[in-house]
């Protein structure tokens, strides 16, 4: 049995615990009605919210991009000098992560804000609705809504792709007469979908304790892959490391430094993936942004010592620069380890965390989804925004966004290249929708359009039209106006490279078409909104009256 987001919803019950009443008036308050059981508390969420970041795991995955760019600049023959990327060198990886570290912790701060100010499963097209001038809110938040649904269709495509993937490179490593065909990617690709899938139809109260179980192997496993780089690793000299930038193919040091940032821009995408679970987390008011920013730290943290310890040992360059995996992690290991069986166990624990990422990305993607569609944002949105009363779980969301991963892989089976163009509008979709949002708020913060007053329980606030108010969790003063500030400033920058192809003169075939992707889903946003949008679509709706 199935029902609509907007009626007969179960009433709560307070008899229990005090909390569920405030999460109640919170929700009340935005004119949402509560059609979901909040069964995560802040350890369960803080496990999600690291599991999609996956970030000391990305680290590694990513690092291969890095390392590979190079293959086709630079000669194979080797001294016994480091020789990294047009990425900036080992030491542009390392300060490229970390100020794409900061520069992220700047926009989630930011965006904790808004989370706390209202708790909403929409996320940032709410946000732009509430902060955008009355005369252009509509508009801009329909923008907003399709450019983070692409954003998350676009982060699920490429989180099974990459689980796909590892699988092979495990088959390559453990048999090295194996040869990774495309449509055995597709198929492990869909294995990974299905697996989500069942992870996510059984949800309840299991979800949260796998999270929180993945949140265990998440800290156990960094130590498991950190202690024999550091121990067995034959080790590079710091100098090398922390000293050598390299640049063969762009004008200036600085420009191959920005270009390399965009594979940490890619590690560090996509925790707001708890902010779309926000109907669903007990004071998520208080417990989203803390568990936001927590995982940035922390994982921050991380994912910076596992690429030191990385970058140290490599030792064989020729090898890694064009690994029998496809993945350059895999052959430091290798080289690290000198065994098959200890590299695969380490790479097994990446696999696992991977596909882990992929259950939770399905999760916030549907959310993320089916709130558009309560809003009539997207075609079908009768259908979509169905919540299954026995599990409270938007299936019909959960389904579209298992379709269209699975359509997405048939692409790799004619064009690799193809697929992956398609899927770059996951990082510049997301980045968009963080920079339309942080630049309305420091737009209502100059200007003082949000107030610290409180306003009775049964008062709409902190959506379109209605008052503004401070959550509370809140970045003071001129704290705020700095951290949100140089928040717009980096993602300005980051957003402007994350167009920029690898190489100084790209073939067709190595072009960045995340320009072209990201043009194509605001022109069609746009010219759906025209022909129909306009007309279904008026901002996040009011279910419940005064």
Known sequence: MSYRGSADAPSPDFSLRSTAEKDYVA???????????????????????????????????LLD??????????????????????????????????????GSLA??????????????????????????????????????????????????????????????????????????????????????????????????TLLPKFEGLILILHILGFSAILIPLIVLGDHQDSSEVFGRFLNTNWPTQGLSFMVGITGSLFVFVGADGAIHMSEEIQNAPVIVPWAIVFTYFFNGILGLGILIATLFCISDLEVVLNPPSGFAFIEIFQQTTYSTAGTTIMVSII????????????????????????????????????????????????????TISCLLSLINLGSSTAFD????IAVAGLYSSYLITLSLLLYRRCTGGISFSSSPSGTL?????????????????????????FACAYLTTAFFFTFWPDTRAPSAKDMNYSSLMLGGTILFSIVYYLVRGRSDYSGPIVELAR
Request: charged share 10%.
């Open 107 to 204: 926009v989630f701060s930011s965006l904790s804000e808004l989370v706390s100010m209202a708790p909403t499963a929409g996320g940032q097209y709410h946000w732009v609705s509430m902060l955008a001038p009355s005369s252009s809110q509509k508009f801009f938040s329909y923008v907003t809504g399709w450019l983070t649904v692409c954003g998350w269709q676009g982060t699920l495509a490429s989180a099974a792709f990459l689980s796909s993937t590892l699988i092979q490179g495990l088959a390559v490593l453990n048999n090295m007469e194996y040869i990774s065909q495309p449509y055995q990617a597709t198929l492990l690709f869909w294995a990974t979908i299905m697996f989500s899938v069942f992870m996510n139809a059984i949800g309840g």
């Open 351 to 402: 696999a696992i965390m991977q596909l882990a990422a992929t259950v939770s990305i399905l999760t916030a993607a549907s959310r993320q989804l089916w709130s558009f569609a309560r809003d009539h944002g997207v075609p079908g949105w009768r259908m979509l925004e169905k919540v299954d009363q026995r599990t409270t779980i938007p299936i019909w969301s959960v389904a579209a966004t298992t």
């Open 27 to 61: 929700l009340r308050r935005l004119g949402k009605r509560p059609v979901m059981k909040r069964n995560f508390g802040f350890l369960s969420i803080l496990g999600f919210a690291c599991t999609i970041l996956v970030c000391w795991e990305s680290t590694l995955i």
């Open 461 to 485: 606030t902190n959506t379109a039209g209605a008052q503004l108010t401070w959550g509370p969790w809140h970045l003071p003063g001129l704290y705020g106006i700095i951290v949100n500030g």
């Open 65 to 102: 991009i890095g390392l590979l760019k190079s293959a086709h600049f630079i000669n194979l023959v080797f001294s016994v000098e480091l020789t990294l990327s047009d990425s900036g060198g080992p030491a542009g990886l390392i300060y490229g992560f970390i100020l794409v570290w900061v």
């Open 421 to 424: 163009d398609i899927i770059s």
